[in-house]
């Protein structure tokens, strides 16, 4: 096996860890979830990387779209999901629009390949980061999150987590959904704070967030776009990562 595909699959190896832990977690994830879908939704899962959230959705019953461009993660998802008639896998990235953008893959860790170059640099600020090397680029091709609306309906909850790329994501949707979730990481909130923005855009959202893997809520209550951006703006630069989760202001929010 040459050193390539020795790193190719020790990095499957931690993304398969990482995704498919200890059976309380995936019970905590599926519940964490039950408050935004429910038997026979649609769920968007952009970013699936190894289809933890895919398998989430689909034990509460919903029906799943999985965006992931990269070949090796695509290959986990189709052996673990392609037989399953409710989860369409889209083998593309999402951008504000169509056609075709250059991944920067990260071979031992892919959980942080990415199509934003700059984020890679920003990142680095991050101690935890600085020992990740991007180590090939490929070219994948682009969607926005229209024109899948447009193939397989309006989703019910979209996750976004797609490697500093969220802004671009969120700028290719012209509607407001339900529910959604994007990835923020406190050393450059400011793309985090932006995103808010573009939501904000879109409509009328209550907004909160939930640090990694907790699936628990890190603010007492709901809060509008001005409440959570400054919220998040003063979080530690060391704290760890999370995702913000966006209700819709016509839609009840989660407990």
Excluded at 56 to 85: K, N, S, T, W
Excluded at 202 to 221: C, H, M, N, P, Q
Aim: proline share 5%; glycine share 6%; hydrophobic share 40%.
């Amino acid at each position: 096996m040459t050193h390539r595909r020795l790193a190719r699959a020790q990095g499957l190896a931690r993304s398969l860890v990482m995704s498919y832990g200890t059976d309380w977690r995936k019970r905590r994830m599926a519940e964490f979830y039950r408050a935004f879908l429910g038997p026979g939704d649609l769920a968007f899962d952009v970013g699936s990387h190894a289809g933890n959230r895919v398998r989430a959705f689909r034990r509460i019953g919903a029906r799943v779209v999985a965006v992931e461009p990269q070949p090796d993660l695509l290959a986990v998802l189709r052996l673990l999901y392609g037989r399953d008639r409710e989860v369409t896998i889209e083998p593309c990235a999402v951008a504000a629009t169509p056609g075709q953008g250059r991944l920067q893959l990260s071979t031992r860790t892919p959980t942080v390949s990415t199509l934003a170059r700059s984020w890679i640099d920003d990142v680095r600020r991050d101690s935890t980061f600085r020992s990740t090397r991007w180590d090939e680029e490929i070219v994948v091709p682009l969607h926005t999150l229209d024109e899948l609306i447009e193939r397989h309906g309006e989703p019910q909850f979209c996750k976004i987590d797609v490697e500093g790329f969220e802004l671009e994501a969120l700028t290719g949707l012209s509607r407001p959904l339900a529910a959604l979730s994007f990835e923020y990481i406190p050393v450059v909130m400011d793309r985090a704070v932006a995103c808010v923005q573009r939501v904000r855009e879109l409509g009328d959202y209550r907004y909160t967030f939930s640090r990694l893997e907790t699936f628990r809520w890190a603010t007492s209550e709901w809060l509008d776009a001005d409440a959570v951006g400054a919220a998040l703006s003063a979080l530690d630069p060391a704290e760890r990562p999370g995702d913000v989760y966006a209700v819709r202001a016509d839609r009840p929010l989660p407990a």
